[in-house]
């Protein structure tokens, strides 16, 4: 769930740790394409995706590797949203696919920190003190497409 991926952020991409909490889900199989698009793409088999950023810029990462690749965001996408399977375990502050927009407001406690919205699509985006939210979501069916849990320094 949340807490369990919370707590890989900031952890460096060749991390024993990170390698063994994300085996189940083919992680040895998708380091190639860490290294070189700085993604790990479970998605297909209702897997979120890992989303990886230079150290420097996560507050969580450690100091000692900048350049290194690290844990900076937790994507978890709806069902056939960009063909991914649909993640089905929990979300963040208890979030649902099923979810309207002011269900979101609700359950994170507050308004949004910033708001955009065009035809088709919009975004809200939280920032907290280590972390930070934001739901992609339809306009037209109004419901979330994807959620990005993110450490603190990957959404700026």
Not at 126 to 146: A, G
């Given at each position: 769930?949340?807490?369990?991926?919370?707590?890989?952020f900031?952890?460096?991409?060749?991390?024993?740790?990170?390698?063994?909490?994300?085996?189940?889900?083919?992680?040895?199989?998708?380091?190639?394409?860490?290294?070189?698009e700085?993604?790990?793409?479970?998605?297909?088999?209702?897997?979120?995706?890992?989303?990886?950023?230079?150290?420097?810029?996560?507050?969580?990462?450690?100091?000692?590797?900048?350049?290194?690749?690290?844990?900076g965001a937790?994507?978890?996408?709806a069902?056939?949203e960009?063909?991914?399977?649909?993640?089905?375990?929990?979300?963040?502050?208890?979030?649902?696919?099923?979810?309207?927009?002011?269900?979101?407001?609700?359950?994170?406690?507050?308004?949004?920190d910033?708001?955009?919205?065009?035809?088709?699509?919009?975004?809200?985006?939280?920032?907290?003190?280590?972390?930070?939210?934001?739901?992609?979501?339809?306009?037209?069916?109004?419901?979330?497409?994807?959620?990005?849990?993110?450490?603190?320094?990957?959404?700026?």
């Open positions: 769930g949340p807490d369990a991926f919370r707590a890989l900031g952890l460096r991409w060749s991390n024993t740790g990170l390698r063994q909490a994300l085996a189940p889900y083919g992680y040895d199989r998708v380091l190639g394409e860490v290294r070189d700085h993604v790990a793409d479970f998605g297909r088999q209702s897997g979120p995706e890992i989303e990886f950023a230079a150290g420097a810029d996560l507050r969580a990462a450690d100091p000692r590797y900048p350049k290194a690749l690290a844990v937790i994507v978890y996408y069902e056939r960009t063909d991914a399977r649909g993640w089905t375990g929990p979300l963040p502050f208890d979030l649902s696919f099923d979810d309207v927009q002011d269900d979101l407001v609700r359950k994170v406690g507050r308004p949004p910033d708001q955009e919205d065009e035809v088709l699509s919009g975004s809200c985006t939280w920032h907290f003190d280590d972390t930070s939210l934001r739901v992609i979501y339809s306009n037209l069916e109004n419901r979330p497409l994807r959620i990005m849990f993110a450490a603190a320094g990957y959404l700026t």
